[in-house]
């Protein structure tokens, strides 16, 4: 009697379809609570619920189907594994997502870059649920949420190609998933507004779809998610489908909606440019392994190997794949064609607590590092760029292309001019902007 007892009072009568049918009360707990202010005029939500995100060792494994498991079955005396399209292939399948492991804090901003089929989005449809998890675990909050139904999980997503209901007004659209809790009018309504004033849609709410450009849309679709106050908000490449301009826009909108919105945000692209800009924290991921993880200025300045070194960055590093690592009066310094530079101080406590050997190494220079100095190492310009105040020099030199960002700023019109294809220049840099890449392993040796 005392569980029946316990039962009806989470449940009440309610009519329907001419039965009577108990309705379950959820407790309170089971929905995100919020506290809605306004600053200088503007609608901020303020939330109370922590929403870090916890990911051990999370693995994605896609089984073969019936033919290729046939295919794939292992003989006797043959290897379990295999390499193809940079992807592992096992026994069990191909292996998608490596081993994945981050701690994402509470309202703060991962985005995960790297190249297509690196395995970005699969680790963010497994967040949401989209996806089984093959191994490894994932908490939201403290609840481990591996077999958690999407629904459940309280998170809302922004997909790439907008996902809006054609036939739905952008009221009904942001609408909709509150009108699936059966929330009340009165706190639909406000919640709507809130969302349409925080992204500046107010006067659109009674349009379609159709009737909006692409980055009105996009903002619609925020607005959806945001309205159900979710403790993880999921963006799949939003400003993909966007044209430059207003892909820069876009990315400004989404920068001072993250200061008003007190959510966790896991933001997902293959733009570098993004990565940078938006960030807390990047993860880049490349073939399912995570490659480095750290703050866009620490990955710009310190990149872990050489693929991070080539992928962070426009235009992309320089890579002299001839340079040697000697010690001159017992400092370390690189040996580029004519050029002998000395190592920063610091690169040289780091070269020193590694025990780093004399060696051929990869050196890494970026363009804009690059200085135009008489007596430098020699080249001809190719292609030469004028991008307003930089001109971008595509250099022959020691048999390879060099890619220069030079300055305007300083120079007569007369000294760009100098700058022509077919025109013979002198580089150097200095040693504070070298990174230094071990021949074998591809690991920066100041790691």
């Not at 995100?32 to 939330?47: I, Y």
């Not at 009165?186 to 009674?206: F, P, R, S």
């Not at 020699?378 to 220069?404: A, F, I, N, Q």
């Amino acid at each position: 009697m005392l569980l029946l007892k316990k039962e009806e009072s989470n449940t009440r009568q309610t009519h329907g379809a001419a039965v009577w049918r108990p309705v379950v009360m959820l407790p309170e707990y089971c929905f995100p609570v919020s506290e809605n202010a306004c600053e200088n005029g503007r609608c901020v939500r303020r939330r109370n619920s922590m929403a870090s995100v916890t990911l051990k060792n999370v693995k994605k494994i896609y089984p073969f189907n019936g033919d290729d498991a046939k295919k794939k079955k292992k003989k006797k005396g043959e290897e379990t594994t295999e390499k193809k399209v940079n992807l592992q292939i096992t026994d069990k399948g191909v292996v998608a997502v490596q081993e994945f492991s981050l701690d994402i804090k509470d309202k703060e901003f991962i985005v995960l870059v790297g190249p297509s089929g690196c395995g970005k989005s699969t680790t963010l449809r497994m967040i949401a649920g989209l996806e089984e998890i093959s191994e490894g675990e994932l908490y939201i909050g403290d609840r481990l949420v591996n077999d958690v139904a999407p629904k459940d999980r309280d998170i809302a997503m922004v997909f790439q190609n907008y996902a809006l209901y054609p036939h739905m007004t952008v009221y009904e659209n942001m609408a909709f998933a509150l009108k699936l809790r059966h929330a009340p009018k009165d706190e639909i309504d406000k919640k709507v507004k809130e969302a349409a004033e925080i992204l500046d849609i107010t006067q659109y709410l009674g349009r379609k779809p159709k009737a909006l450009s692409g980055g009105q849309r996009q903002r619609v679709a925020i607005g959806r998610a945001i309205v159900r106050d979710p403790q993880v908000m999921l963006m799949d490449e939003p400003l993909s489908n966007l044209d430059a301009k207003l892909r820069n826009q876009m990315r400004a909108e989404l920068i001072k909606l993250r200061e008003r919105i007190n959510t966790t945000f896991i933001y997902v692209t293959h733009d570098q440019t993004e990565a940078m800009t938006l960030g807390d924290r990047i993860v880049i991921m490349k073939d399912g392994f995570i490659q480095q993880i750290g703050t866009p200025q620490e990955v710009f300045n310190h990149p872990y190997n050489l693929f991070v070194a080539t992928f962070i960055g426009t235009p992309q590093m320089n890579m002299f794949e001839n340079a040697k690592l000697i010690k001159v009066d017992g400092k370390y310094a690189v040996q580029l064609d004519n050029q002998t530079v000395v190592l920063s101080d610091e690169k040289q406590a780091k070269l020193a607590a590694n025990n780093v050997a004399e060696q051929d190494v990869v050196l890494g220079v970026r363009p804009e590092h690059i200085e135009l100095t008489a007596g430098g190492i020699e080249g001809k310009v190719d292609v030469s760029e004028m991008m307003g105040s930089t001109v971008h020099l595509h250099v022959t030199s020691m048999g390879r292309d060099v890619v220069l960002v030079v300055s305007t700023m300083n120079m007569t019109g007369a000294e760009v001019a100098a700058l022509s294809s077919g025109s013979t220049v002198h580089f150097s840099f200095p040693g504070q902007v070298c990174h230094i890449f071990s021949k074998e392993t591809g690991i920066n040796l100041e790691a």
